[in-house]
Structures are given as structure tokens and as C-alpha cells.
């Protein structure tokens, strides 16, 4: 509930196991990918998290028909039915809530020849500029004009095979551009791909329609197209979120543990348990599950973000409040997204001493955080001050939680089965201030 505030009260407790859910940043490309094929695809292991509703919603205005209540699966099983897609023209009240949504631009060209879709939206954490998308589908044969803040696509003469280098290795745009080139006609070499389990989970889901796409996960990645008529309705299961593993591993590091995350590669995380043991974290792995514990004081650490598989940009929020508890100075570096450390500002308010300098930030870290008001940046950061919470003294109240629930299912569900005592909440103020009316653990 978008007036919901989540309330922490600081304990410095989280141990136990927990299982991740599906993967939101795959998830979201694999009901995409649907449109591809005419027909039922199922779609396991699906969060239920704000941005998978909204995505739903796309694909139905589309003509689609989404649903989780599909008989003899649960409520993670997606059914996604596109054999009555007709329409290639995604509404701007929708598309703007989530900036995955311009995932839908992809197929849509792919199936129709054409896309009419309006300009992303999603977390406020940088420009993010859809260029390499553009450039990269103007490679395969499509013309873009922009109109009143609506992308126009069209391939007049169809899609053809091309050979794409990419400036950065861009997820969406890897994705986007798979997903318009497996029915292309030719081949396609992506190089300077993305190399991110997701796209190789979304690779995966491909292949089982029926598309030809090789050596996904490496930075060249080859595309034999496939008539679109070849396409067919799969059933697929997504891979575990990485980042919601991330998230829990640093709160058990934060807290000393032990914290068992179950249902993710430990191949998936390489980067960020190097920096835990680093930290002086003991990192425990095994096929499907990390656990991390800890004895002895955070130790400063050096981090700079960048495309997998280096250390991910959407676990810096969680890697910083860490530093703000070790002890000694530490150096994090944002390399992807300008404007991701707006979450230093916050964390300052509960104590934590932090100086911006350009794309670095130098965490001077040994300050006892202190319970305090403050606001979800993004979702990760939200996610973040959830966690400096459980260590702070007294009482956080987390504002603008939305962002959390974008891509976090029952955060405060699985905290509180680790120890945690948090809660979300509606405020309402009177004279003597804020007073719980309202409690879901």
C-alpha cells in the first residue's frame, strides 16, 4: 500500500534460513518474451512483487491473458496466453511506472513488424538512456522516430541479421536485441553483450520456443534467426534473484549470522562473497545455497561497480551500509548508475559519516547507526535502510516503501522469520505524533 510505511526496531538479530524467489530482473524479460509465441506459456518461480503486476498489465492491454491461478500450479507459476495479442501499442499510464517495460519493444517488433511504445520509467537512479536499444535495433532493419514522448518502431523491409557491438554492455539492450533477432532473417553477432544470469535465463526460455541463440552468459553472443511462425508456447522456470540473495547475505554479514540463503548459484554472487570474506565474513557454499557468518569486526573494503561479472550496481546500497560498520575507512566506486548513492544521504541521517566525491563515495565507517525517519531513494537502497534499521538504536520508520515492493516479495515476511522486529505500518498523526493503526509482519 503506497501510504504503508515499514517500522524497524533495531535488534541486531538475523540468523536462520531463507529461500529467494524468482528472479524480478528475469522474470520481467521472460513474460515479455512471450509475445514471440502464439500460445500458453508457463512461467515458474515468479515473484509476486509490484513490477510483475504492472509488466501483467502491459501484456494485457496488448491482448494477452496473465494469470497465477492456473489449475494445478501455485500462485509463482505465470501463465501467460498470447495467441490473442493483437495490438503493438503499450499505454504511457502503464510503461511509465516501470522501465522495464520497454522489454516489450523487442518482440513486439518481432511479431508484428512494428511498436508503438512509450518512454520507460522506474527508479530515479540515473539517465539510463535507451540509445544502445535504438542503435542497436536500427542495426536489425527497424526506424525510430520519437512523438509526444512515444517510441514509433518500424522495419519496412523486415528483420534482417546484423552484426551489433554494443558501447556498453547493456542488459536491456542485449535483451531487447535478442529477443527482436532470434526471428530475424540471418544471423546476428551481439559483441560487448551483457553477461548477466538473466540473460542467460531469458536465452534459455527462447531456445524452448523454438529460437537458435548460442553462447549467452559470454560477450559475443550469436543469434540464428527462425521464422517467427516456428515460435511456440514453452514452459520455463526463472532463476533465483541473485540481488534479493545479496541483500540477505549482507544483512547476516551485518548482524554476524548465520544466514543460510537457499534457492541461488553461489556462481551468481562470485564478486560480492569475495568482498564479504574480505569484510572477514566466513562465506559457506554450496550447489544451490551461501551461508554467511561472523566472529569479528567488519573490515573496510575497496568496491567498484560494474557489468557482471564484476561486483553488481544493484548491491552497492547494501555493500555501503556495510562499510558504514566496519571498522576503518572504505572506498565504494559507482561505475553504472550516476545517481545511485542518494541512499548515502540517508544513511547519513541515521549516523553513518559518508562523503560523495564524484562517481566515489569515502565511508569512514565505526559510527553505532541511530534509529531515524527516512525515504527509499530506489528499491535497493530501500531495501538498505530496512537492514540499517535491524542495527540501529531505537525506532526506523522507512517512507516511500513502494520502491521495496517493486522487487522484494514479503521483505518484511522474511526478515521477521530471521529475528527481525520490523513491521509495516500506517501512520496517522495526531497531536502526540505518529500512532500505529495498522500491523502486518
Known amino acids: 500500500m503506497a501510504k504503508e510505511i515499514i517500522v524497524v526496531r533495531g535488534n541486531n538479530t538475523l540468523s536462520g534460513t531463507v529461500e529467494v524467489a524468482g528472479a524480478k530482473n528475469s522474470a520481467l524479460k521472460l513474460i515479455a518474451a512471450a509475445i514471440l509465441a502464439r500460445g500458453r506459456c508457463v512461467i515458474h518461480n515468479v515473484p509476486i512483487i509490484s513490477d510483475i503486476e504492472v509488466m501483467s498489465e502491459v501484456l494485457e ?18 501463465i501467460v496466453d498470447t495467441t490473442e495479442v493483437d495490438s503493438y501499442e503499450t499505454p504511457y499510464e502503464l510503461v511509465s511506472k516501470m522501465r522495464a517495460s520497454i522489454s516489450v519493444l523487442g518482440p513486439l517488433i518481432g511479431r508484428f513488424g512494428r511498436a508503438f511504445v512509450a518512454m520507460p520509467g522506474g527508479c530515479q537512479i540515473g539517465a539510463r538512456k535507451i540509445d544502445m536499444h535504438l542503435r542497436g535495433l536500427e542495426s536489425l532493419g527497424v526506424e525510430f522516430s520519437i512523438d509526444h514522448g512515444y517510441l514509433m518502431a518500424d522495419a519496412p523491409n523486415g528483420l534482417k541479421g546484423a552484426h551489433v557491438v554494443l558501447d556498453f554492455p547493456s542488459v536491456g539492450a542485449t535483451e531487447n536485441l535478442m529477443m527482436a533477432a532470434v526471428v530475424a532473417e540471418g544471423t546476428t553477432i551481439m559483441a560487448n553483450a551483457a553477461r548477466e544470469p538473466e540473460i542467460v535465463d531469458l536465452a534459455n526460455m527462447l531456445n524452448a520456443m523454438g529460437a537458435c541463440i548460442s553462447d549467452a552468459g559470454s560477450s559475443i553472443i550469436t543469434i540464428k534467426g527462425v521464422p517467427l511462425e516456428s515460435m511456440h508456447a514453452c514452459e520455463h522456470t526463472t532463476v533465483g534473484d541473485r540481488i534479493e540473495a545479496g541483500t540477505f547475505l549482507a544483512g547476516g554479514a551485518l548482524t554476524g549470522g548465520p544466514l543460510t540463503v537457499k534457492g541461488i548459484s553461489p556462481e551468481y554472487l562470485r564478486m560480492a562473497i569475495e568482498k564479504l570474506r574480505e569484510m572477514g565474513c566466513t562465506v559457506e557454499e554450496s550447489v544451490d545455497s551461501v551461508t554467511v557468518s561472523r566472529t569479528e569486526p567488519l573490515r573496510p573494503v575497496e568496491i567498484q561497480t560494474l557489468p557482471h561479472p564484476g561486483f553488481p550496481t544493484d548491491l552497492q546500497a547494501q555493500f555501503m551500509l556495510l562499510a558504514a560498520c566496519a571498522k576503518g575507512t572504505s572506498v565504494i566506486t559507482e561505475n553504472v548508475f550516476e545517481n545511485r548513492f542518494m541512499f548515502a544521504a540517508e544513511l547519513a541521517r541515521m549516523g553513518a559519516e559518508i562523503v560523495i566525491e564524484d562517481h566515489h563515495a569515502i565511508v569512514r565507517g565505526g559510527r553505532k547507526l541511530q534509529g531515524a525517519p527516512v525515504s527509499s531513494t530506489d528499491l535497493r537502497a530501500g531495501a538498505a535502510l530496512v537492514l540499517a534499521g535491524i542495527v540501529a538504536e531505537g525506532e526506523t520508520r522507512i517512507h ?39 500491523s502486518e509482519a
Request: charged share 30%.
Open 61 to 78: 492491454v496488448l491482448g494477452a491473458e496473465v494469470q497465477r491461478d492456473g489449475k494445478g500450479y501455485d500462485d509463482h507459476t505465470l
Open 400 to 438: 516511500k516503501i513502494g520502491h521495496i515492493d517493486r522487487g522484494y516479495e514479503n521483505y518484511v515476511g522474511k526478515l521477521c522469520s530471521l529475528g527481525a522486529d520490523v513491521s509495516r505500518e500506517l501512520p496517522y498523526r495526531n497531536h502526540r505524533g505518529t500512532v500505529r493503526v495498522s
